[in-house]
């Protein structure tokens, strides 16, 4: 009985955090930016104001059935991959259905939502929506190869497809699969670029091209639920980079509510230096076209994916 | 030739006439939260609206020209919680800058009607006022708050980057005080704009209800 | 071939995209242009029209409302038209006013150009820089006219004011300033990579149609055809300053971005020649009482170089005091309806407004 | 004149070659008077063989007391910089000019424009009705008979407030055919 209340109360906290780390990323995003381009910016919780603003409209327009669920869809996705994903090693709190995940399935979870955006915002009748649409999916094709290949080579060289037991590996090894497989870390990065959708792979929104893309007909709160949505999968994305190669978090020898603690602390400073990657390569790059941005991934990234796929094998003991 | 014709002095009759036709449309019909009423959650709401203000964006005249400068680094309205929204659904903050033509009216009014309630509007410009130095001009209106409610008036030609941000910063004070944002007040005097519009916009293909 | 769909997509009145307010209708087939019709009138204000109405002296103020982003050209056509038209003498130190002005007033729509072109291409820093740097020319003009923006400063005659004190000074300031700083905007987007990818090749005018299409300015450069107005036909100071027209290969957006980078380095360049020769004397040539004040009958046909290329004024008088006709040929009228039209089709919808803002398309050039 | 010799050269071509009445204005301006059935004649003939291939503008004005409408066209030679103003004057009724933009495409802006502004017809004009305006129903608003202060106190709301600002013009117009007030005089520019 005692397990089980622990898990709701560990779900709901997995899921608060998981928003507030994403919206004060969000913020922190908005402010480092600011202050490279000689500005004061917006203070670091403008995020949270704009939700609070966009669930406080009166009117919201929605177009149609599947405009009215594609934010839904997309919260529904980023709170199931959120319950399989592992935020702490071996923590009792953040356990959630992480033993019961693997890599393949939260793959497909992770495109679910963007699949209802691509539904709803088809319905809405906008062509920016609809070309937003057909963008974004040509640049998933784009970065998913690279990404792929990188978490293939993850699956080859370790044996498995649970995230869990990668972790396990790293900590059993004491070493990162940053170190045990470097081209996999490399590729998964560069995908990881698209995936942000930040400069210059911010082609779906393009705001001097398509006004906003998929979202052009969402407002109010259709369009807080998105933001939410995109905060948490934010958040997921770092901490699934975080677990795959850097070694996870969690993993210190302290007893309970410090150790707790101290995960988050790591965790926080490992997915925090992690997006600031992105972040900085959006400052100062322009926006690619479509069809070069899928020039882009299948060039360098995809050779590191095969490099890391033959470093994998090499690693195995398959070849060489 | 072109005679310029003269309005003269107006009777007083004409100026209780002009009184009651410009008085501000939107007092309390779209009032839900005035400050004596305003309960605790509308409390927070208000302050949630009053720092996050998205623009939308749509240099309608000349005064766009400071916007970037408003945007940019020197006077920088992100630390107000203002920034652009590409679209009108995202939006709540118009800023007509300046005069409006006949032919950009209709638009606006589009987008207007488009954005989501609370909504609010900005005007900038004597031209926005009252027709400033295009008084005479065929192809622009004169008094836009005949055709749309307008919350706040920014005066001067054009308004430089300071009295734009005092403009939002009236505005945020307005929200807090819950004097702000007619999208409500509009649609139950829906008639009364739409005259006026109609006036305006000769071949008119709107919607017929305004329920969008 | 299969032919892909044909759908029409509206770029504008309401677009993040536009400059200003203009509406392109484009048909597009999956993400190339096919047709492309610019609408524009959104920003008419018949002001050719009011200004029939207006005396020679109030034009002014309606005049320099004609292109927002860079007014200065304006009054100083129109001014010039008046001179030409009455036979009025200009004094020497205005002349070297004038020029210094109407550098000044290049430079701050460079700067303006800078945010437009890499903000279209999503490179927003850039813009966030050089908007920002753009304030200390609009300083400038505040003190010396009291505007930031709209300045009418060039009469027929002269200049409304003499430099203030320590003017000279501080634009010698700004200008060191500005210089150190255009190297950072440079780095950062013509040494960048992408920039580099998406503006190579993309908007291209054909050299040998591109006069015939009434290409003019920066546009034109951009295709290697070396034409200036400030060369061709001399005014104010500039047949006593040396300064280089620069010219570039291709026609794309990039030769058209090459050709500004390096004109606003001339233009700097321009204005510290000035300010070093500037000749004493008086300012002004005074006008008699502006209500009274008419002009021979006559017309004159009048050409200054803008940013966005020559800006032409015909006006027309009866001897009145008012003029009977002034219309204004503005760069935009061509490359924002014409050439755009010929250019857009077989580009991406990416570059739509990329190709707008590298042609400084100003819509309320267009309609007036 | 010797100074003016490439001007006049060009000018002693014209000439030569149609019937027209010229004056070379200054340096680098030609202006010609011709009659409107020459007038793309002429501007073939100065693209194609004079080189002055660019059309720099058009431009329109309104002689009512002449009941007349008189256009400009003026092309440049990107050569010699040379500017050749070809005036040409038509009747305000039922106003019709040749259409040129065939000769040059960037007339058909001009076009549009003027069909729009002045009620000109251009026979052969391939363009959509409205350029500027948008469901005009009144005379072209360029032509000088259409008051557009009217047109605007009739369709437009006006604030209350602006009528000392009309009154100050009347009296700027009344003053202008007047003697100025004594208090005025020191502050008189002539």
């Known amino acids: 009985m005692e397990g089980i209340f622990i898990k709701i109360l560990g779900a709901f906290l997995t899921a608060i955090l998981a928003f507030v780390v994403g919206m004060l990323y969000g913020g922190l995003r908005r402010k480092v930016i600011a202050r490279a381009q000689n500005r004061v910016g917006p203070p670091i919780h403008q995020n949270f104001l704009d939700l609070m603003k966009l669930q406080a409209k009166r009117t919201n327009i929605a177009h149609g059935f599947m405009g009215h669920m ?55 009748g906008n062509p920016n929506s609809a070309m937003g649409v057909s963008r974004g999916l040509a640049q998933l094709v784009g970065f998913e190869i690279p990404f792929f290949l990188a978490l293939i080579a ?15 590996h790293q900590e059993a090894t004491g070493r990162w699969i940053i170190v045990d497989n470097p081209f996999a870390f490399i590729a998964a990065l560069l995908a990881s670029l698209g995936m942000f959708r930040y400069a210059p792979f911010d082609i779906v929104g393009a705001p001097a091209e398509l006004a906003s893309g998929p979202r052009s007909e969402f407002g109010g709160k259709y369009l807080g639920t998105m933001m939410t949505g995109g905060a948490v999968f934010a958040f997921i994305k770092l901490v699934m980079y975080v677990d795959l190669f850097l070694g996870g978090a969690g993993n210190n020898n302290l007893e309970g509510l410090a150790g707790t603690a101290l995960g988050l602390v790591e965790l926080l400073v490992k997915t925090f230096l992690l997006y600031m990657i992105p972040v900085f390569i959006g400052l100062v790059t322009p926006r690619f076209r479509t069809e070069q941005a899928i020039q882009f991934f299948w060039k360098w990234p995809t050779f590191f994916g095969i490099l890391a796929i033959v470093w994998a094998l090499y690693k195995n003991g398959t070849i060489g | 030739m072109s005679e310029i014709k003269s309005i003269g002095i107006p009777t007083p009759e004409e100026i209780k006439q002009a009184q009651i036709d410009f008085a501000p449309r939107c007092t309390s019909a779209g009032r839900v939260n005035d400050k004596e009423t305003q309960g605790m959650v509308e409390h927070i709401l208000n302050f949630a609206r009053k720092h996050s203000l998205f623009v939308v964006a749509y240099g309608t005249g000349c005064g766009a020209i400071e916007i970037p400068a408003t945007m940019t680094s020197r006077y920088d309205a992100e630390r107000f919680g203002i920034r652009g929204a590409a679209t009108p659904r995202q939006a709540d903050v118009m800023l007509i800058t300046g005069y409006l033509s006949t032919k950009t009216l209709k638009r606006v009014i589009r987008v207007y009607e488009q954005m989501q309630d609370p909504k609010y509007v900005i005007a900038f410009g004597s031209c926005a006022i009252n027709g400033g130095m295009y008084f005479d001009s065929y192809n622009t209106i004169n008094a836009l708050d005949r055709y749309l409610p307008v919350d706040v008036y920014i005066s001067g030609c054009m308004p430089r980057p300071e009295s734009v941000i005092k403009g939002f910063v009236k505005l945020q004070e307005l929200i807090k005080n819950g004097n702000a944002g007619n999208g409500e007040a509009y649609r139950s005097d829906l008639d009364w704009y739409r005259k006026n519009q109609q006036k305006v916009i000769k071949n008119w293909d709107f919607p017929d209800n305004y329920n969008w | 071939m299969i032919r892909e769909k044909e759908t029409t997509l509206y770029i504008g009145p309401q677009h993040p995209g536009i400059t200003g307010n203009m509406m392109i209708k484009l048909k ?52 010039r038209a008046v001179e030409e038209l009455e036979g009025r003498k200009v004094p020497e130190r205005a002349k070297y006013i004038r020029t210094i002005v109407s550098e000044l ?40 006219t009291g505007a930031r923006i709209y300045h009418m400063y060039m009469w027929p005659g002269g200049v409304r004011r003499d430099l203030p004190k320590g003017w000279i000074d501080k634009a010698y300031r700004t200008m060191d300033y500005l210089e150190g700083r255009l190297e950072t905007y440079n780095q950062l987007l013509f040494d960048n990579a992408i920039f580099q990818k998406r503006a190579q090749g993309v908007g291209i005018i054909p050299k040998d ?3 015939e299409w009434g290409v003019v300015g920066a546009p034109l450069r951009g295709t290697g055809i070396k034409h200036d107005v400030r060369i061709d036909e001399p005014y104010e100071a500039y047949d006593k300053i040396d300064f280089v027209v620069p010219t570039f290969e291709g026609g794309d957006v990039w030769a058209r971005a090459m050709v500004r980078r390096e004109e606003i380095k001339q233009s700097i360049h321009i204005v510290r020649q000035a300010l070093d020769h500037l000749p004493g004397g008086s300012y002004y040539n005074r006008i008699p009482n502006p209500m009274k004040w008419t002009v021979p009958a006559g017309e004159a046909w009048v050409k200054t170089e803008s940013v966005r290329g020559e800006v032409g004024f015909y006006v027309a008088s009866d001897g009145s005091n008012k003029p009977r006709r002034v219309h204004l040929k503005g760069a935009a009228y061509t490359h924002g309806v014409s050439v755009l039209e010929k250019i857009l089709p077989g580009e991406n919808i990416a570059d739509v407004s990329f190709i707008l803002n590298s042609l400084g398309v100003c819509p309320p050039e267009i309609e007036r | 004149m010797s100074k003016l010799k490439k001007e006049n050269k060009v000018l002693d071509k014209l000439k030569s070659v149609f019937n027209l009445s010229g004056e070379v204005k200054r340096k680098q301006r030609i202006a010609v008077k011709s009659d409107s059935k020459h007038v793309s ?85 391939v363009a959509p009705k409205e350029f500027i305006l948008e469901d005009w129903d009144d005379i072209p608003p360029m032509r000088k008979d259409f008051n557009s202060q009217a047109y605007a106190l009739e369709n437009f709301a006006t604030r209350p407030g602006r009528e000392d600002a009309q009154d100050v013009r009347e009296v700027i117009q009344k003053r202008s055919g007047e003697e100025l007030p004594d208090f005025a005089k020191k502050y008189s520019r002539d």
């Open chain 3, 209 to 211: 149609k591109a006069i």
């Open chain 4, 41 to 125: 004649s002429i501007l073939l003939f100065l693209k194609n063989q004079q080189g002055f291939i660019h059309l720099n503008h058009i431009s329109c004005v309104d002689w009512i007391e002449e009941n007349e409408f008189e256009l400009v066209y003026i092309v440049w030679n990107p050569k010699t910089k040379l500017t050749v103003l070809v005036h040409t004057r038509i009747a305000r009724e039922n106003p019709v000019m040749e259409n040129i933009d065939t000769i040059w495409d960037q007339a058909n802006t001009y076009e549009r424009e003027f069909r729009e502004m002045f009620g000109i017809e251009f026979p052969g004009l």
């Open chain 1, 70 to 124: 594609a934010p839904v869809w997309i919260i529904i996705a980023a709170m199931t991959v959120l319950m399989f994903i592992p935020i702490l090693h071996g923590n009792l709190w953040f356990e959630n259905l992480t033993m019961k995940g693997d890599l393949i399935f939260l793959l497909y979870m992770m495109v679910f939502g963007s699949l209802g955006m691509a539904l709803g915002a088809g319905q809405s």
């Open chain 3, 28 to 79: 597009v087939a999956g993400d190339t242009v096919v047709k492309a019709e610019t609408h524009v009138g959104y920003l008419h204000r018949a002001f050719e029209k009011l200004i029939e109405n207006r005396n020679w002296l109030q034009s002014f103020t309606l005049l320099c409302r004609f292109c927002v982003p860079e007014p200065d050209p304006m009054e100083l056509t129109f001014a």
């Open chain 1, 154 to 168: 993850l699956m080859i060289q370790f044996n498995t497809t649970s995230i869990a037991v990668l972790m396990d």
């Open chain 3, 105 to 144: 007033a290049r430079i701050q729509s460079f700067l303006l150009w800078y945010g437009g072109q890499s903000g279209s291409s999503g490179l927003y820093t850039v813009g966030q820089w050089s908007v920002g740097d753009r304030n200390y020319i609009l300083d400038l003009f505040e003190d010396l």
